[in-house]
């Protein structure tokens, strides 16, 4: 089978024939907002957002039906009509059979280039398609070239459906929104502009022109259009067998309106006469604007053949140069598949978790999860504006401990959510802990945490089980004080107050309640007597740090005190017994009646020492609690049970039917210190055994439980094996490979890392573009590709654990845990990151290729500067050591000895 060959460092490729796979898409996006997917014959939709499709929204489902194929036909002088997407009904017929034209996907990030020989009509064509860095539009750019020995002559057409509303309108009024189109043939191309917005609780009158200009090198406005799909496709035709095309129909001239169907963004240029050798150029622009003004002025940035190559040369260099982060190891098509998963952060924060063929489902935007998530890669390549984001997001944070799930559009816009009770996650308070860490590491901007930001409010209150009813609309979405100010506290405080309250929200077993769901939303079924204590263990872990935290800012100024909402006093009361489960939920109860609508505004100062001493109480109660309670034993093998059902039962263990294991409570056993290095050990043994099949990718999320379970989630409900039921889903695999290098478990970290990137590329099975999706089905395919959680975790892991190169309040730690084959030949392992402010190299140089944790650093260089390691191993740069560093980028080199 044809497969994915990379063609430079930075990871573009080329794939033959690639129309032979079927469910591949590619994505092109620009940060203006359009969201556009093409597949390998040129189908795939095009948005803004989820009411502003351009073309028809698809699924994966419909990629292969080529309704919303962006096309291009030639006719030859002898009538033959083909197309150089290879979408005509005529050039399927002869698909896979020698009589089938050659072709080659060339693709890099945000353009996408496709090469195609017509044999029959002696022409190479190539197409690319990119989305300007600035603009809302997708360009396609189309090139056609005699390679006979004879003149040629052409009629060439370009053709786009305009679907041109919401994607609600699918299946809601299809026909009747159509209805809404006024159409118009321009110059350069067919415009349409629906009359309004269609939707029955308000309609709204529509401004936005949706169009298809197409013009030649020097802007040769086409012959004849067809504006209507009707009138190009002609009675009985269809989108591969257009009778406009095939059968020369005359379309009218510009200027022409029609109402009231659906739009073709279709056209006729002149006769095309090729001398041998010779070739044409077409440009198509598709897109969106607010007006026909805003339309005539983009036209005019790209009207030339010559300007859309500048255009596309600024694009490719745009998106080069943001994706700074590269990794020189002992294999070549992993560190370029690496390339890959540093831009996918990007596609994630651009296309959200929806607009993808495998991501039919949501309305856009990003979750809580998503939101934090997202951050620790930009905290790695992007640093600069990360400070603000997380001040804004906590804002987004209740005083229950619960947040704002409803999130608009830019930094910090939260939206009430007036629907009855509203669902609560319990992971959510787990993340901002985890990015805000990160920043101050890499940053060692401490002062962060002394920033004020207001709480998120709105009629949910008492973590989502009840509802304020003395809040309305006219009082904004920020929590006020009893005298009606709006409150602002620290940012330590909303990091405090997220660990305290979920603390107390416990369920019989004294563990953290499941609620709504964890991290796996698909363990939506047990919101009464569910526990989770996968994430148990992770709050555990979470107080701990936090624990640190609040020393290393008492070492800063000894003595020093947190300023907190006096209301929190509550649940710092001293000598509570964490065994009473009936005591802490009534302490939570208190804590949350306070609070229910205002705050008393009073504050109390805390000093920091004791908050460190209170917090390291919890942690220890709680590791002690759940090693005791939680642990299954299996002799040489063991893990931890992950959750309680709605029956209150734990879903973990030796079951008459066979073993139940799930992967998410030894994440983070490991991840949050509660496992023992022994019982890390352990938990290795036993995903090895029950969960490792490296054939899809390493370890799945669970063991195949043979029972739907209405008592845990509809992830039950989902054959075994897809998403949230037992595939390898890269997030959570990644994380455990996260949660080892943590606990100095390198080998083990890195096979589950490298499993992973080895299923993505063996492309005999994956049948994806390179990257990691988020998951593996159980054919190995990978699906749901390219938004996905997992690539930030998996650039993290490498650079921070595996190359071990992180900050540590602002200085530059280097720590390596690299195992001994991904370093060279010449035993060399090489990142380039940035980290403060200056771009640097980090070389490794292991002569004797030692194995991760046998070797320690000897001589490190940062730059001119000989630098001693400590007796551990490791060596810490002070940040201004680096900061001295060339501006252009600087070279860190370490032996391993
Ligand atoms: C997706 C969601 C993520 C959720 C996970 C498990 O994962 O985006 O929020 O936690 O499913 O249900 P992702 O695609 O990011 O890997």
């Given amino acids: 089978m044809q497969h994915p060959h990379f063609i430079d460092a930075d990871g573009s490729f080329t794939l033959d024939r690639p129309e032979e ?5 590619f994505p092109l996006a620009s940060e203006a907002g359009l969201k556009s997917c093409v597949s390998p014959d040129l189908g795939g939709d095009a948005k803004l957002d989820q009411e502003t499709f351009l073309l028809e929204p698809v699924s994966v489902e419909n990629l292969h039906n080529n309704r919303s194929t962006r096309n291009f036909w030639l006719v030859g002088a002898d009538g033959t009509a083909l197309s150089l997407t290879g979408a005509s009904a005529a050039q399927q017929a002869v698909k896979f059979t020698p009589a089938q034209d050659d072709s080659r996907l060339t693709a890099g990030f945000m353009w996408h280039t496709l090469e195609r020989t017509l044999k029959a009509a002696g022409v190479r064509a190539v197409l690319t398609s990119f989305v300007p860095v600035g603009d809302n539009v997708e360009v396609l750019s189309v090139t056609v070239e005699n390679i006979t020995d004879s003149t040629l002559t052409f009629t060439s057409y370009g053709a ?93 001239p510009a200027g022409a309106c029609r109402a009231g169907r659906e739009a073709m963004g279709a056209f006729r240029f002149a006769p095309l006469t090729l001398a041998p050798g010779a070739s044409a150029r077409y440009i198509l622009l598709l897109g969106v604007e607010e007006s026909d003004e805003a339309i005539d002025r983009l036209f005019v940035r790209y009207d030339t053949a010559a300007k859309v190559d500048d255009a596309l040369a600024e694009t490719r260099r745009y998106w080069k140069e943001k994706v700074n982060v590269a990794f020189a190891t002992g294999d070549a098509d992993g560190d370029r598949l690496m390339k890959w998963v540093c831009f996918q952060p990007y596609l994630r924060r651009l296309f959200g978790c929806s607009f993808l063929p495998h991501h039919d489902y949501g309305r856009g935007g990003r979750g809580w999860r998503d939101l934090w998530q997202d951050c620790l890669s930009l905290l790695l390549m992007e640093p600069g504006p990360v400070g603000r984001m997380i001040e804004a997001n906590f804002g987004g944070v209740r005083v229950d401990g619960t947040n704002a799930t409803i999130i608009g559009a830019g930094d910090g816009n939260f939206i009430a959510d007036r629907n009855g ?16 860490q990160l920043y ?36 904004g979405s920020w929590q006020r004080t009893e005298a009606g100010e709006v409150y602002r ?13 979920a603390f107390y929200d416990v369920g019989e077993h ?5 609620r709504g769901a964890d991290w796996n939303d698909a363990l939506d079924m047990a919101a009464d007597r569910g526990e989770s204590v996968a994430f148990t263990c992770a709050y555990a872990g979470n107080l701990r740090t936090l624990a640190a935290l609040l020393r290393q800012l008492d070492g800063r100024s000894p003595g020093g005190k947190a300023e907190l909402m006096e209301e929190l006093t509550v649940l710092l009361r001293p000598g509570q017994d964490y065994d009473d489960r009936a005591g802490k939920r009534a302490l939570l109860g208190q804590y949350l009646e306070r609070c229910r609508h205002t705050l008393s505004g009073r504050t109390v100062r805390v000093p920091l020492t004791d908050l460190a001493d209170d917090l390291e109480k919890r942690a220890d109660w709680l590791t002690g609690h759940l090693r005791r309670q939680e642990w299954i034993d299996g002799g040489e093998e063991g893990w931890f049970n992950s959750y309680y059902d709605n029956d209150g039962q734990p879903v973990e263990g030796f079951f008459p039917a066979g073993v139940r294991m799930m992967l998410t409570g030894q994440v983070f056993a ?61 997030h959570m695999t990644v994380m455990y490979a996260n949660a080892l290098y ?3 478990f390198a080998r083990e970290g890195w096979k589950a890392l490298k499993t992973l990137a080895d299923a993505a590329l063996h492309f005999e099975t994956s049948r994806i573009y390179p990257g990691i999706p988020e998951y593996f089905s159980t054919d190995g395919r990978g699906v749901y590709h390219y938004l996905t959680g997992a690539a930030s975790w998996f650039m993290l892991t490498m650079i921070t654990q595996a190359f071990g190169v992180r900050g540590e309040a602002g200085d530059l730690l280097l720590a390596p845990q690299l195992t001994a084959e991904q370093f060279d030949e010449t035993g060399t392992a090489e990142l380039r990151l940035t980290f403060a402010g200056r771009p640097l190299t980090v070389r490794y140089h292991n002569a004797a290729r030692k194995e991760a944790g046998s070797y320690r650093l000897g001589e490190v260089r940062c730059g001119d500067t000989a630098v001693t390691p400590g007796a551990d191993g490791t060596v810490k740069l002070p940040r201004a050591l680096v900061e001295q560093l060339p501006a252009e980028g600087g070279l860190i080199t370490a032996e391993l000895v």
């Fill in 21 to 25: 796979i079927s469910q591949l898409y």
């Fill in 160 to 252: 786009v459906p305009l679907y041109g509303r919401s994607a609600d309108n699918l299946r809601d009024h299809r026909n009747v929104t159509s209805m809404l189109h006024r159409i118009r043939t321009t110059v350069h191309g067919v415009r349409v502009c629906p009359t309004m917005s269609f939707d029955e609780r308000g309609h709204r009158p529509n401004q936005k022109v949706y169009y298809l200009l197409g013009y030649g090198a020097d802007g040769q406005a086409p012959a004849a259009f067809y504006p209507t799909v009707e009138e190009f496709i002609g009675e009985g035709g269809s989108f591969t067998h257009p009778r406009a095309v095939l059968e020369n129909y005359p379309g009218v």
């Fill in 421 to 436: 009770i509203a669902r609560v996650w319990m992971d959510h308070a787990l993340w901002p802990q985890m990015t805000t």
């Fill in 440 to 475: 101050l590491d890499q940053t060692g901007d401490l002062a962060l945490l002394d920033r004020k930001a207001p709480y998120f409010k709105d009629p949910q209150a008492m973590r989502g089980n009840g509802i304020d009813e003395a809040w309305a609309p006219e009082q």
């Fill in 489 to 501: 506290g620290t940012l330590l405080e909303h990091l405090l107050l997220q660990q305290l309250t």
């Fill in 510 to 514: 004294n563990l953290y309640r499941l």
């Fill in 670 to 730: 490991v991840m949050g210190g509660v496992a023992d290095e022994e019982q890390v050990r352990r938990i290795v043994r036993s995903a090895d055994h029950y969960l490792y099949r490296p054939e899809i990718g390493g370890y799945r999320l669970n063991t195949d439980f043979g029972e739907l379970k209405f008592n845990l989630g509809r992830m039950f409900g989902f054959a075994y094996g897809e998403k949230e039921n037992g595939a390898v889903f890269s």
């Fill in 742 to 744: 943590r606990r100095g």
